[in-house]
């Protein structure tokens, strides 16, 4: 299994921006997918985009389509979310999992970090 750390939350006023990173102690695109997930107050974690070897950049979640995006950061050696126009309906803790699959799922991902909490309130 990899090792997963994720970085970048913190408190956002609506509107604005934040960049999340997973860190991995190893990617390896032939066999893991990497998935953002979130998990608001008193919610289920639920499935936001993915990167992996098949499925490069896809986004499930509707309400982030045209705000979120997910890349590779190859100087990082990072899998990193973008996010814009934050809204309070954002605010929920993120996490990363390792798949041998894409999915929005979190049953299937094997490993995951900690989690990076993301607040958007003014």
């Known amino acids: 299994q990899v090792q997963l750390v994720e970085s970048g939350g913190g408190l956002v006023q609506p509107g604005g921006s934040l960049r999340l990173s997973c860190g991995a102690s190893a990617i390896e695109w032939d066999y893991y997918a990497i998935g953002w997930f979130r998990q608001a107050p008193g919610g289920e974690r639920e499935g936001i985009a993915c990167?992996?070897?098949?499925?490069?950049?896809?986004v499930y979640l509707d309400s982030a389509k045209g705000r979120f995006t997910v890349y590779r950061d190859n100087a990082q050696n990072t899998i990193n979310l973008e996010m814009t126009n934050l809204t309070s309906e954002d605010t929920a803790v993120y996490y990363c999992?390792?798949?041998?699959?894409?999915?929005?799922?979190?049953?299937?991902?094997?490993?995951w970090g900690q989690g990076t909490q993301v607040t958007v309130s003014s």
């Open positions: 999992g390792a798949a041998l699959r894409c999915s929005p799922r979190p049953v299937y991902f094997r490993s």
């Open positions: 990167f992996g070897s098949a499925d490069r950049d896809v």
